[in-house]
């Protein structure tokens, strides 16, 4: 005759629960650590809206992390306290008043991020550029950028897309019979002067590219058959990366220009130096 041991009653375990609890706090202290010691941080900023887009980010970085902090807390905590002690698992059909509670907050959270970093970043679009900004035209192809200012005359002449040949030396189809054109500068960098408002006037000849300083913190997408213009201060002189943000073909790793931040008499010399001769 075998016998047969009587089972005790499954009580359950708490070591599984405590082990994923404990793990989940260790997740979130590790990434508060990455963000409040600072371990990537940003190029400093070179313009106010630059400054202004950063506040932004740090406000909706602290609103955002306390939500996560709390709620991944919150479920560390009920991993454990709500562990399988070999209790009968029953159902409940969720609160009413809480889903509204929280859908309300986070519902009110989003939007008033959304409506306070409205300036930040509509202040480089939808604002019109000030008054005497210097326009440049930025053009983007596989995979170069191409600057054009507009020459002594002030006005950009006409393009005509059937005259573009980078090997003839118009890689942005400049019309030779607009007399407007004759005077336009055309550069593979970009040189502003320090402290001056500028209006950039952003094309595409094929794909969709993007403009992206990040000390400006200032991206844009160029789009065919658009013309969009941003505009900002850069108020400190150096030399920037200008990237494409826009997977744009197997080249796009390496598309990008440069950003000079000049003085005044500095961008003068630029200007007479690109000058074509007349
Ligand atoms: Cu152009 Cu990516």
């Not at 979130?28 to 400054?51: G, H």
């Not at 509670?101 to 008033?112: E, N």
């Not at 997977?247 to 961008?267: A, I, P, Q, T």
Request: hydrophobic content about 45%.
């Amino acid at each position: 005759m075998s016998k047969v041991s009587a089972r005790p009653p499954f009580s359950g375990s708490a070591s599984p629960a405590l082990v994923l609890a404990v793990l989940l706090v260790i997740f979130v202290a590790a990434t508060v650590y990455v963000v409040v010691a600072r371990l990537y941080p940003a190029p400093p900023p070179i313009s106010q809206d630059a400054v202004q887009v950063d506040h932004q980010y740090n406000l909706t970085l602290y609103v955002t992390g306390a939500a996560f902090v709390l709620a991944q807390l919150g479920l560390a905590w009920a991993v454990f306290r709500f562990r399988d002690r070999g209790q009968k698992a029953s159902h409940i059909r969720g609160n009413v008043a809480l889903e509204i509670l929280w859908t309300s907050v986070t519902a009110i959270a989003f939007v008033g991020l959304g409506i306070l970093g409205r300036n930040a970043w509509a202040g480089a679009r939808f604002a019109p550029a000030a008054p005497g900004a210097i326009q440049i035209e930025v053009t983007t192809n596989q995979f170069v950028y191409t600057f054009r200012y507009p020459g002594p005359d002030g006005k950009f002449g006409r393009l005509d897309p059937s005259l573009v040949s980078a090997p003839a030396g118009n890689p942005l189809g400049i019309d030779p019979n607009d007399p407007a054109g004759r005077d336009d500068i055309v550069v593979a960098s970009l040189t502003v002067p320090v402290n001056r408002p500028i209006e950039l006037l952003v094309r595409s000849q094929d794909v969709v590219h993007n403009f992206f300083v990040r000390e400006l913190r200032l991206q844009q997408d160029a789009v065919p058959g658009m013309v969009i213009p941003v505009h900002f201060t850069a108020d400190r002189i150096g030399t920037y990366e200008i990237v494409c943000t826009q997977l744009c073909g197997l080249g796009h790793y390496k598309m990008h220009g440069l950003l000079n931040v000049v003085s005044e008499s500095d961008y003068d010399a630029f200007l007479k130096r690109e000058a074509l001769p007349q």
